[in-house]
Structures are given as C-alpha cells and as structure tokens.
T-cell receptor
Framework: RKEVEQDPGPFNVPEGATVAFNCTYS??????FFWYRQDCRKEPKLLMS???SGNEDGRFTAQLNRASQYISLLIRDSKLSDSATYLC????????????FGSGTQLTVLP | EAQVTQNPRYLITVTGKKLTVTCSQN?????MSWYRQDPGLGLRQIYY???????DKGDVPEGYKVSRKEKRNFPLILESPSPNQTSLYFC?????????????FGPGTRLTVT
C-alpha cells in the first residue's frame, strides 16, 4: 500500500462548480498535512496547510479526518486558473521524518 | 528575492557521461532535498540533507550522489547516467524542525539520457 494515495483523476468540471479531492495516508503517526499545487511540469507550490480543525482560504477548504486517515480539499466556484495538479503531502511518513508526496490529482476547469 | 535555483534547466546527454545538476538557495534553509518526478509515480525523494555535511538517502538513491559542503548548495551528481534516469528533477529547501515546513522548489531540470 502506498503511504499517500490520491485519485489521479482527471477531474473535468465546468467553471463555477464545486469539486472535492480526497487523499488517504497510511501512517497514523503523521503530524502535518499540506496541499500543494503544481501547474503543468512546473515546480510544486504550497497551496495550504491542513489543520486539525479544518481551515479555509478563500474558495479553498481543507479538512483532516484522523480517524479515517484522510485529508480533503474542497474548491468552490472553480475558476479556469484552478486547472492544475493538486498534490497531497504528509509529514512524517514511514520511519524517516520526511515529507511524502502523493502522485497528485489532475483538475481541469472547463469554460 | 527568496528562491531556489537549478542549473541546467534542460539537459540531453548520453549514457555514461558524468553530469552534475546544481542547486542553490538563498533563504539560509538547513534542509535541502532532491526529487525526481515521473508520470504516474509522483515526486520521489532521491537524497536529502538536514544540514552541512549531513546527507541521507531518500526513496530512490541508486545511481545518484550528493554533497553538502556549503549550506546554500546541494548538487546532484550522476556518475554514469542511464536512460532510466530520464526524468524531471526538482531541488527543494525548507526550515527543519519537529513538523513539516513549506518546501520551496526550484524550477526543475528536465534530463534526457539517450
């Protein structure tokens, strides 16, 4: 089983739609969780951290469910510019205290 | 401007010809890391360094070497590149501590080994 798993998609949604991604992780001792955004073959950039109580940043909402070991990202009112790959990141993962990246979920917002 | 730089950005080489990809950061970060990204496999860590002269293997270290002689630089060395090392490579840096910190990535190096 992969340490961090994401549905690769692609998710194709119309502008203005609400879309949600989930990500599951295997290490119950993981402490920190993040969502990164990666535009086509460019470097990943931090989108938001995920806090235990859930957090919002504009149209983006991140949530953590420790019992079921998953995190989620909700995007409301999708824009064309939201088209990207969204990477789930977990720390630590495994025996090494390192970040582990999921393989990403591809989102395309259609006009 | 805070940044991570990598050079070269694009490289086409032949099997067996040693090469070095440089990485430099200007944020005084202790932690630096190299990743490779392949379709369907996501980002996989090659090597990382917690500080000067401290390096350790990541998930896919075979065929690579690194060094950390200065805090700002973390070069990736391929002593004898092979076609299966054709990939997109990212260098990243961050603070280090008891929780994960934001990783700042370089722009990537697209390597093709023929």
């Amino acid at each position: 089983r992969k340490e961090v798993e994401q549905d690769p998609g692609p998710f194709n949604v119309p502008e203005g739609a609400t879309v949600a991604f989930n990500c599951t992780y295997s290490n119950s001792a993981s402490q920190s969780f993040f969502w990164y955004r990666q535009d086509c073959r460019k470097e990943p950039k931090l989108l938001m951290s995920v806090y235990s109580s859930g957090n919002e940043d504009g149209r983006f909402t991140a949530q953590l469910n420790r019992a079921s070991q998953y995190i989620s990202l909700l995007i409301r009112d999708s824009k064309l510019s939201d088209s990207a790959t969204y990477l789930c990141v977990v720390f630590p993962s495994g025996s090494a205290r390192q970040l582990t990246f999921g393989s990403g979920t591809q989102l395309t917002v259609l006009p | 401007e805070a940044q991570v730089t990598q050079n070269p950005r694009y490289l086409i080489t032949v099997t067996g010809k040693k090469l070095t990809v440089t990485c430099s950061q200007n944020m005084n970060h202790e932690y630096m890391s190299w990743y490779r990204q392949d379709p369907g496999l996501g980002l996989r860590q090659i090597y990382y360094s917690m500080n000067v002269e401290v390096t350790d293997k990541g998930d896919v270290p075979e065929g690579y070497k690194v060094s950390r002689k200065e805090k700002r630089n973390f070069p990736l060395i391929l002593e004898s590149p092979s076609p299966n090392q054709t990939s997109l490579y990212f260098c990243a840096s961050s603070l280090v501590g008891t929780r994960g910190y934001e990783q700042y990535f370089g722009p990537g190096t697209r390597l093709t080994v023929t």
